[in-house]
């Protein structure tokens, strides 16, 4: 609900055009986050994907969760850099929503490459160094997303930020 500025509320407005701003960038985030995972997942069922839907799914959800990853980096440079501080209040959202393509890649990778033979999965992480890092970036990940939950950034203290740094 914006309030309509005068002369004698300037300091009022602004704090209420910060917080639209905020809310406005984080709905175009989830917008521009979860539209293209949707989006593949349709073209994937009703069979649009082309020659190599698997390839198709697993190289998209790859690729998004890592360039969302460096989105979610750059925020505070960039918010530094330009004096946009609200910027920082959407990171964790990028980051979040960075974890779940990489989840939604492992499990792609899991369910169509390896049809969840756990043996085969593990000779993999293995046997092929850019999935070793791909895990490790994914182990990386989880510990963050998990420990974003509010009461769990209570409950770290100072350690929350060790960690998240």
Do not use: C
Request: no cysteine; glycine share 6%; net charge positive.
């Amino acid at each position: 609900m914006p309030a309509i500025a005068t002369t004698s509320n300037k300091g009022s407005f602004k704090i209420v055009f910060l917080r639209n701003r905020v809310l406005l960038l984080k709905i175009a985030i989830h917008l521009l986050a979860f539209l293209p995972l949707l989006g593949l997942y349709l073209l994937a069922f009703t069979e649009q994907l082309g020659a190599d839907p698997v390839e198709e799914v697993i190289h998209f959800t790859g690729i998004g969760g890592f360039n969302l990853l460096l989105i979610s980096l750059l925020i505070t440079p960039i918010a530094k850099k330009y004096r946009q501080g609200y910027l920082l209040q959407t990171r964790r959202l990028v980051g979040l929503y960075s974890f779940t393509y990489a989840l939604f890649h492992l499990l792609n990778f899991l369910a169509f490459e390896v049809q969840f033979d756990l043996a085969l999965f593990f000779d993999e992480i293995i046997d092929r160094p850019y999935i070793t890092v791909g895990m490790a970036a994914l182990i990386i990940l989880l510990s963050l997303a998990v420990t974003s939950i509010t009461s769990l950034r209570r409950k770290m203290g100072k350690n929350w930020q060790k960690l998240h740094n």
